[in-house]
């Protein structure tokens, strides 16, 4: 029997953004922050991110104490500190490591427009280094008042310090090679966390940001690759407890490469693949 054709139907609107617009979205989202908000405003909102990210950290330890199977730790610790990234993304909180996406897909964009003023310029430089350090003091604050308030016990002291001994680990290579490997961990893991913010921001509905950030995040924590804020986190954490590697060595070697590898990779992993490939759609489009 040959059916009729069926009459066109009305599909519900596509509930995620293509990725060509992506990127357009975080630039728009990176040039409102900088030129709107006050450095007050920054520092708020940057602060809160990082208590935030502590309590990701903490979550993360929390639930994978006392878990022998390696694979499943490093997906309980995956999923719960995906929780701190859930936060910032809902709640519009600053954090480092995704304006190394949005700022950097700013100043593209206005290459694009060939628009260029010191302005912007000194406006992006003061979102970043106030978001960096609204971070390191949200993080500091939260893992003050855990340590004052709660006691986990000693299978979570021995967690968070095999985290944070892991995080440490290149201060043993030290040296160039040390700090190279750290910076390039820096590299991957912005990758991982950029593209978890690339595709929060094209998901349109909660469970279509939800599901991606968990997903990447997860990705990342297995991977063990370093992040400037979850580094302050762990970082604040164990510092209380008289167990941490000092405040000195764990921003010299955990914290700081960290943080050049993260804008290296958000930048070269995420904001400038995805501006030349909406430079060439855009382009195609012309064409047809």
């Known amino acids: 029997m040959i059916h ?4 066109d139907r009305d599909f519900p609107a596509a509930q995620h953004l293509a990725p ?6 975080m630039a728009e989202a990176g040039s409102k922050r900088a030129m709107s908000l006050t450095s007050l405003q920054v520092l708020i909102l940057s602060t809160v991110a990082g208590g935030f990210i502590t309590i990701g950290a903490l979550f993360s330890t929390l639930i994978a104490t006392g878990t022998e199977n390696e694979g499943v730790k490093r997906l309980l610790e995956g999923f719960g500190f995906s929780v701190g990234f859930f936060l910032v993304v809902l709640s519009g909180a600053l954090l480092f490591t995704e304006v190394n996406v949005e700022l950097p897909a700013t100043m593209l964009s206005r290459k694009r427009a060939g628009k ?7 406006a ?12 390191m003091i ?23 310090s095999e985290v944070v001994t892991s995080k440490m680990r290149y201060q043993e290579i030290g040296g160039f090679e040390g700090v190279l ?4 961990s820096g590299v991957m893991g912005n990758w991982l966390v950029g593209m978890a913010a690339f595709l929060a ?5 909660i469970i279509g940001k939800f599901i991606p950030v968990v997903v990447v995040v997860m990705a990342f924590v297995a991977g063990g690759f370093l992040h400037s804020p979850a580094n302050m986190a762990y970082l604040s954490l ?7 590697p000092g405040w000195g060595d764990g921003l010299a070697w955990a914290v700081a490469p960290a943080a050049v590898g993260n804008i290296i990779g958000a930048f070269f992993l995420v904001a400038l693949p995805f501006w030349i490939a909406s430079n060439r759609n855009q382009d195609a489009s012309i064409g047809g």
């Open 4 to 7: 009729a054709a069926q009459p």
């Open 181 to 184: 490997q750290a910076v390039l």
């Open 138 to 160: 949200g993080a500091f604050l939260v893992g003050q008042l855990v340590s004052y308030t709660q006691s986990y016990g000693a299978g979570y002291e021995e967690l968070l």
């Open 20 to 25: 060509e617009v992506v990127l357009i979205e």
């Open 116 to 122: 260029s003023s010191s302005s912007i310029r000194s």
């Open 201 to 205: 921001t094209m998901g349109r509905t």
């Open 124 to 135: 992006i430089l003061r979102l970043w280094v106030l978001a960096a350090l609204g971070n």
């Open 238 to 244: 164990i510092q209380p407890l008289e167990n941490g």
